[in-house]
T-cell receptor, first 115, second 107 residues
Framework: GAGVSQSPRYKVAKRGQDVALRCDPISGHVSLFWYQQALGQGPEFLTYFQNEAQLDKSGLPSDRFFAERPEGSVSTLKIQRTQQEDSAVYLC?????????????FGEGSRLTVL | AQRVTQPEKLLSVFKGAPVELKCNYS??????LFWYVQYSRQRLQLLLRHISRESIKGFTADLNKGETSFHLKKPFAQEEDSAMYYCALRPKGKLIFGQGTELSVKP
């Protein structure tokens, strides 16, 4: 496809379960970002990759959150032992250029609901 | 602290009326500012960036460093402008978003 693709689009998890959210960036895009968007809020930065290197993970809210991009393309955001406060839309974005330039293209998001 | 503030959660206007969506930022350096828009059931997308100084879909935004503002304006609102609008600051790479303003344009 031409755009950023995220899966699953919707995920319901019981508290304590582990979840994995996948992001397929636009082919050839160097930079990849993860954002968390709670209901009624703007997107909050979680982490950033340039190719396979995770250059900034300052926004990850706890050590239960882990992201990887092993081959510099597809990325997975993993949340361990989910809590109710993790309920949010998780947005992935990619950019052709490096971190200081380039328009971000967003996916449709993965909506996580923790019961 | 680096922060973006959008004071209005909802802005409702009639078609043809002027629109101004407010955005203020907090950043000590030279800022790079953007407006992103999310139409109903669509993904977040770039509307305009301050360095381009362009008009997109009739919208313009001027950076005012003295007032640390980057308000989005359109002289005559259209119904298709109804959407969520997010102001964003990029101090060093990552985007910092405001909380968003929902614009509702009534016929």
């Amino acid at each position: 496809g031409a755009g950023v693709s995220q899966s699953p689009r919707y995920k319901v998890a019981k508290r304590g379960q582990d979840v994995a959210l996948r992001c397929d960036p636009i082919s050839g895009h160097v930079s990849l970002f993860w954002y968390q968007q709670a209901l009624g809020q703007g997107p909050e930065f979680l982490t950033y990759f340039q190719n396979e290197a995770q250059l900034d993970k300052s926004g990850l809210p706890s050590d239960r959150f882990f992201a990887e991009r092993p081959e510099g393309s597809v990325s997975t955001l993993k949340i361990q032992r989910t809590q109710q406060e993790d309920s949010a839309v998780y947005l992935c974005a990619s950019s052709l250029a490096g971190v200081l330039t380039g328009e971000l293209f967003f996916g449709e998001g993965s909506r996580l609901t923790v019961l | 602290a680096q922060r973006v503030t959008q004071p209005e959660k909802l802005l409702s206007v009639f078609k043809g009326a002027p629109v101004e969506l407010k955005c203020n930022y907090s950043y000590s350096g030279s800022p790079e500012l953007f407006w992103y828009v999310q139409y109903s059931r669509q993904r977040l997308q770039l509307l305009l960036r301050h360095i381009s100084r362009e008009s997109i879909k009739g919208f313009t935004a001027d950076l005012n460093k003295g007032e640390t503002s980057f308000h989005l304006k359109k002289p005559f609102a259209q119904e298709e402008d109804s959407a969520m609008y997010y102001c964003a600051l990029r101090p060093k790479g990552k985007l910092i978003f405001g909380q968003g303003t929902e614009l509702s344009v009534k016929p």
